[in-house]
């Protein structure tokens, strides 16, 4: 399969959560789902010197985007009024990433997202479109309009998106 054309920058990104996951230590046979999430946190801290963990299962990225793990069998907290959010599972459930700024594309894979997206609830005022970088050229896949979701982006679209662009609303 051809690999995704990224500027080297992701790609160097990309190269450090996959050492930090490489990296990862031998883990205790039981922990606690808090434990679990944290353990989560630390890994994506570890590929992202700059963010920071900014609540229980949440780590917040240099440039503003809000990455959200709730624990197994539970759902992440409302997409905040004004963002919109991918999910990685339908239904909005699974890791929750947010954003809530326009006007520029934004890379899905130096969140560690890429390949994930399986649904989307836009909460601002932007319109946001979603593409696929794997493919060349790249595929315009779904449409994000202001104040609407999908529970499901369906299965042709289902784990491809790996960037957006933001028009500002
Ligand atoms: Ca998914």
């Known amino acids: 399969m051809r690999p995704p054309k990224l500027p080297r920058t992701l790609a160097v990104a990309a190269l450090a959560v996959a050492a930090a996951m490489v990296a990862a230590p031998a883990q205790a046979a039981t922990r606690t789902p808090q434990a679990e999430v944290q353990r989560q946190v630390d890994r994506v801290l570890a590929g992202h010197p700059d963010a920071r963990q900014s609540a229980p299962g949440t780590v917040t990225f240099a440039g503003g985007a809000i990455l959200e793990i709730p624990e197994a069998g539970t759902m992440a907290t409302a997409c905040t009024a004004g963002w919109y959010c991918f999910y990685a599972d339908n239904d909005f459930g699974g ?25 989307w609830r836009n909460t601002s005022v932007n319109t946001v479109y979603a593409d696929d970088n794997n493919t060349q050229p790249p595929t315009q896949m779904w449409t994000e309009e202001p104040k609407s979701e999908a529970a499901a982006v369906g299965a042709t679209f289902d784990n491809r998106a790996d960037s957006f662009y933001t028009a500002c609303g």
Request: proline content about 0%; overall charge positive; aromatic content about 16%.
């Open 95 to 119: 890791r929750k990433l947010s954003f809530h700024d326009c006007g520029l594309t934004q890379y899905l894979t130096n969140y560690g997202f890429g390949n994930q997206t399986s649904s």
